[in-house]
């Protein structure tokens, strides 16, 4: 992985390589992004790849790290649908994060738990990284079809 990821956050990195469905333009299959994600810690490199995320899961974790950036308050979680991959920051006193990152290759046989601080200070690059996803892969067909 030599290439610069498309966002890094202390020891989390993601980079996003494609849509999974290019030229779908209904909400469940134009949405899946196919993505590699590594999070490194001592004594730790954990990384997995494939169609876990939808642009519409980085949209919605980009308004709730807004929000929590502008009040100070609050949580803001990337909850895909798929297994592999959750992160949950949460605005602590002091404008302190609690930062946590779940993240395995093989959710029947593994998981892995990192829990990470930061300070209010590192928001708007995350903001600043999901537009820029945002911008190259935007979510096709706000509707949710039933």
């Not at 945002?134 to 079809?145: D, H, I, M, S």
């Amino acid at each position: 992985m030599a290439d610069d990821p498309d966002l890094r956050f202390l020891g989390f990195s993601l980079w996003v390589d494609r849509p999974q469905f290019p030229d779908a333009a209904d909400y469940w299959d134009g949405n899946w992004l196919v993505v590699r994600v590594r999070k490194e810690a001592q004594g730790a490199c954990i990384k997995c790849d494939g169609p876990i995320l939808m642009t519409a899961d980085i949209k919605q974790f980009r308004d709730k790290l807004a929000k929590m950036l502008k009040t100070l308050d609050g949580t803001a979680a990337l909850e895909p649908l798929e297994p592999e991959l959750k992160i949950t920051l949460k605005m602590q006193s002091g404008g302190q994060v609690q930062a946590t990152i779940e993240i395995t290759p093989d959710h029947f046989s593994q998981r892995h738990h990192f829990a990470v601080e930061a300070d209010q200070s590192y928001l708007p690059a995350l903001i600043a990284s999901r537009d820029d996803i945002l911008a190259r892969f935007p979510v096709v067909n706000t509707e949710k079809e039933v």
